[in-house]
């Protein structure tokens, strides 16, 4: 886990060729890496919001207890799987007009590296500061993107003006489904206490 990682931020190109080679299943993506990265924004900000709590500009901190933190961070880390894996139906559906036609579990795989900078924003989630939070964000989300980007192409073997086109739609889509969990987010993590 912790080479492809590296290699998506390092040299993605080069590291999207490997993963390809490798027909890793989903099964093994989701336990060797999904789940293990998901985990990252989970912990943050369960930390975050129990110890520090949500940094207002006033300088009042929204504290969560510990159940509540508990079962807020289970139902975000669920909405991030079902994420990654709503993502990989969308490139599956997308890509059934190419001639490679990739599989699902192929894009299953495919979405679940490229949302790996997502992931490793979630580390901003220790220091629970609302402007912080959404720039860390914004900087995992551009890099998931050029990743996207960067991988479409080798991913469906397509001319990389038709991978910009597929990669645009495709980032567009994941784009309004973070809006969508993000909404979420914010009530779970900042009104947990009235739902558990």
Excluded at 59 to 69: E, N, P, S, V
Excluded at 179 to 190: A, D, H, K, N
């Amino acid at each position: 886990m912790a080479n492809h990682v590296w290699g998506l931020l390092a040299h993605p190109s080069t590291e999207f060729k490997h993963i390809k080679s490798e027909n890793e299943s989903v099964s093994h993506l989701y336990t060797h890496h999904v789940l293990l990265m998901a985990l990252i924004p989970v912990i943050c900000a369960f930390i975050g919001t129990t110890q520090l709590g949500w940094l207002s500009g006033s300088g009042h901190a929204l504290r969560l207890d510990m159940l509540t933190a508990f079962y807020t961070a289970v139902a975000f880390y669920l909405l991030m799987l079902a994420g990654v894996a709503f993502m990989g139906k969308v490139i599956h559906f997308m890509a059934r007009r190419y001639e490679s036609r990739p599989s699902l579990h192929r894009c299953m795989v495919f979405a679940g590296y490229v949302a790996t900078p997502m992931f490793l924003s979630g580390l901003v989630a220790l220091y629970p500061v609302l402007w912080l939070c959404l720039f860390v964000g914004i900087i995992g989300l551009v890099y998931s993107g050029y990743l996207l980007y960067v991988g479409i192409p080798h991913f469906l073997n397509i001319d990389s003006k038709e991978g910009f086109i597929f990669s645009s739609w495709t980032l567009a889509i994941g784009v309004l489904l973070l809006e969508f969990l993000l909404g979420l987010t914010v009530v779970l993590w900042g009104y947990g206490s009235w739902f558990f």
